[in-house]
Every structure is written in C-alpha cells, then in structure tokens.
C-alpha cells in the first residue's frame, strides 16, 4: 500500500510540472524550474504525511473489520429501512374521521306461538271434509257450495262403504263444510249383466270428480236401456266418448231399497225416494249460479274427471250457468270406526 502511495505522489507532482512545461515560454520555464527546486522538499514532506495518514486509516479499518459485533450492537439488528421524505412533495392531509358510537344491542324479543289466521286450520275438520278438500284441487272449491261424498267400496271395506255425504259450505264458518246429510246407497254392480234388450251391458260406476246436468233434473224418469224407473233424477254433466253420459243419482222402487248398502245398480247412485226428493229439492231451491266448465279431450271426446278446467287464450276459466254442486265418487271404505261415528 505504502509503495503505491509513494509512486501516485510522485506521479502527480510530474505530471503537473511537465503540463506546465508544455503550456509556458522558455524564459517562463525557468522561472518555473526554480520555483520547484525551492518548494520541493515542501512537497514531499506534505505527500510524506498524506501517505502515513492514509496508511493508518486503511490498517485501522481492517482491524476493525476483523473485531467482532459487540453484543450491543446486535440487538439493533435487523436495520428498518425508512424511505427519506420527499420535501418537494406536496403534503396530503386526510380528512379526520368521526368515531362512530356503537349503539347498544336491542333486548332479544320473546319467543311466542305464531297465530294461524287462516280459520281452516284453527279447527278440526270433519274426516270427510277432510277428504274432500286433500282430493279435490283448490281451485275448484271456490266455485261450488254443495258436496256429495260418494263411497263405492264394497261394504266390507269400511263405514263409509256404499254411503252418500252431503256437505254444505259454511259462509259464516269461513267456507268450512258442515254435514247436512248422510245417506246409504247403492253404486254400480262392477259387472257385466244382460239389459231387457239381451244386450251385455257394463255396470261400473267411474270415480272422479263430476258437476251435475242443470238440464236435465227429472222429478219422474224411466231408464230406456234398463227400463228401470229413476225418480228425482239428477243426471251428471259429463260427456265419455264424444256422448252425453246416463250416469245420475236418483230414487229407486222398493225392491232397489233392499239392496241399498250394496253394490247393486246399473252404474248410477242410488237412494231411498225420499232422500232423492230432499236432494233434488234442496239442489234446485239453494245452489244455482255460474260453475267453471270442465275440459274435454280433443282426442278422446271424454270430459275430464280430475277437475281440470277449460280456459280462454287468456287464460281465464270458462264458466257457464249451471248447480253449485260438486260430486266426488273414490273406492275408499273411510277411515276407522271411532273417527266415523264422530260425525253423526
């Protein structure tokens, strides 16, 4: 280190007098030249001393990178580096927020039952209300206000086997059906039997929901096919196949009456004469007005049996004049004896 501090002195004093050898006069040069022999041992003494000042600081800061970090020093590590501000940059001085008070929690409310508004489910219906109204699609109860509930089963199947129900709706009950009626019948045979004419004809009473002929109400009818008489007949409005049905409820004569309770008729509903004229009459006084007519398949020509209703394009329910009386007929023998006996 020290030999190459030595030559850089050196060198510089050279070079600065051979730059002003080039730049000055001869006459000028030797002034020069005389000036330097004065003030060189100056110059070396100075160098000489730049050199032993340089030596030091370089042997210092080797030792020193050499020591070890004192125990001090390196708790300070590891160094945060924080950028220099910018004093040049225009300060930005957010707006100072509002603390927003917390307000306190609301007093959890008290549990209670929920109240049920609807009246229907306020109370207990009767068993055959209750059928009616899981069999029969909502829609349709807002159109009628009478109900017969015909049982066809066989009269092992249950109380409510080959029996009639008749339900009135309720106006100031909120619509719900009160019993008015409760009668034995007879349903079709289920079999073939031979008509006066030696024709095999069928005995079948269909299941399904019906709507009664407002055109055909006989307080005096004959069958043509059976020959059989039908007072107070009350024929449905159900066309199968493209042809008006003879399906109808209706009186029958004393023989018919012995076999009420039984699968017995030709295909029709039975009843006592007397309970077919309170029916009839009860029918015609209380129950006119307009009823939603049912839809008849294109292809088929048979009305539906399920309550499925004819619409216009814009989908409202075609009505027409007609009874307020809805007819449900199911094989269902009704459900045990304590719940039955709870209607009558």
């Keep these: 280190m020290a030999f190459r501090l030595k030559y850089l002195s050196a060198a510089l004093v050279l070079a600065g007098i051979g730059g002003w050898n080039l730049l000055l006069q001869d006459r000028d040069r030797e002034l020069v030249r005389a000036e330097a022999v004065r003030v060189g041992p100056a110059i070396v003494e100075i160098v000489g001393q730049s050199k032993t000042a340089l030596q030091s600081l370089a042997d210092g800061n080797a030792e020193k990178s050499r020591a070890p970090i004192a125990e001090s020093d390196q708790t300070k590590l590891p160094f945060i580096v924080i950028e220099p501000r910018d004093f040049a940059a225009p300060v930005i001085r957010l707006p100072q927020q509002r603390v927003r008070e917390i307000e306190p929690l609301a007093p959890a409310p008290q549990l209670s039952v929920a109240r049920v508004d609807d009246p229907l489910l306020q109370m207990d219906l009767n068993p055959v209300e209750a059928r009616l109204r899981a069999k029969i699609p909502t829609e349709l109860i807002g159109y009628f206000d009478l109900y017969l509930y015909i049982s066809k089963a066989t009269s092992d199947k249950g109380d409510w086997a080959q029996k009639m129900f008749v339900l009135a709706k309720d106006k100031e009950q909120h619509g719900t059906l ?67 049905s003879g399906l109808a409820v209706h009186g029958t004569d004393e023989e018919g009456v012995k076999s009420l309770g039984q699968r017995a008729s030709h295909g029709c509903i039975r009843l006592s004469t007397d309970n077919a004229r309170t029916l009839f009459e009860l029918i015609q006084t209380n129950y006119r007005g307009r009823v939603p007519v049912f839809e008849v398949n294109r292809d088929s020509g048979t009305m539906s049996t399920t309550g499925v209703l004819a619409r216009h394009e814009d989908g409202r329910v075609k009505t027409t004049s007609g009874y307020k009386v809805l007819v449900f007929i199911e094989d269902f023998g009704g459900p045990s004896v304590d719940t039955v006996a709870a209607l009558y």
């Design 178 to 244: 009160a019993l008015l009626h409760h009668w034995q019948v007879s349903t079709g045979l289920e079999a073939p039997m031979p008509s006066p004419s030696g024709k095999m004809l069928g005995t079948n009473t269909p299941q399904g929901i019906f709507k009664l002929d407002r055109d055909r109400f006989h307080q005096d009818y004959t069958s043509n096919q059976w020959q059989s008489p039908m007072p107070y007949a009350m024929f449905f409005d159900w066309r199968i196949d493209g042809r008006q």
